[in-house]
């Protein structure tokens, strides 16, 4: 997937269609396996997503199913994304195109570096992720839409609320997010600070 098809900026809306991986606790090693961390970067990890999960299913997993393909909302149970630390987990998610995650709950680390690539993680309680699964798996190739400012998961045919903590909503919808283009859209600020800076120059004496 091209970079530009990444998340920058303000995140406000998240259309596309949805698929479905349950399960309780599913950890960073079930979505990325560790063997796949030799990566020198996270380029072709979108491939291997699920990959020990999808060869046992053969072809059975919602990441090979055709009609999930093109997906871009992944609705999952509790405790997801536990287990190590590891970033190439939303990466990987990522890569392959998912660009929200909708679950009971989230494990700490994965919610903060989904939050650090733009990949909002919003939860509903265990019944309204179940009914939503079912919806989903019922009807694959409708289209969703998450709202974070009505914080809402949206079709044609229903409407689901969701919660998101304030911080990390302020900072998806108004691309806070985002620290590389921060940076990049402060260079002139920041090279000043630079050139003012006596140990990036030289020691220059005081007058």
């Not at 098809?5 to 599913?26: H, N, Y």
């Not at 229903?158 to 911080?167: F, H, K, S, Y």
Request: hydrophobic fraction near 45%; include cysteine; charged fraction near 20%.
């Amino acid at each position: 997937m091209p970079a530009s098809s990444f998340p920058t900026g303000s995140i406000q809306l998240i259309k596309g269609r949805a698929l479905v991986v349950q399960g309780e606790d599913i950890d960073t090693d079930r979505i990325i396996p560790a063997r796949f961390l030799k990566c020198v970067s996270f380029e072709a990890l979108g491939d291997q997503v699920f990959a020990d999960d999808r060869l046992e299913l053969n072809g059975a997993h919602p990441f090979d199913q055709a009609a999930f393909q093109g997906a871009s909302i992944l609705v999952v149970n509790g405790n997801f994304g536990c287990g190590s630390s590891r970033e190439h987990a939303p990466q990987a998610l990522m890569r392959w195109g998912i660009r929200a995650v909708v679950g009971v709950s989230f494990a700490e680390i994965f919610y903060g570096n989904c939050l650090a690539l733009g990949i909002p993680c919003v939860t509903a309680s265990p019944e309204d992720v179940q009914r939503l699964q079912q919806t989903v798996i019922a009807a694959p190739e409708g289209p969703w839409t998450l709202d974070l400012e009505a914080l809402t998961l949206s079709s044609a045919q229903d409407t689901q609320p969701v919660a998101l903590a304030e911080g990390p909503r302020q900072m998806l919808t108004t691309g806070r997010w985002d620290a590389t283009s921060q940076l990049i859209s402060r260079d002139a600020e920041l090279s000043a600070l630079r050139d003012r800076l006596p140990y990036l120059n030289g020691f220059r004496a005081s007058a």
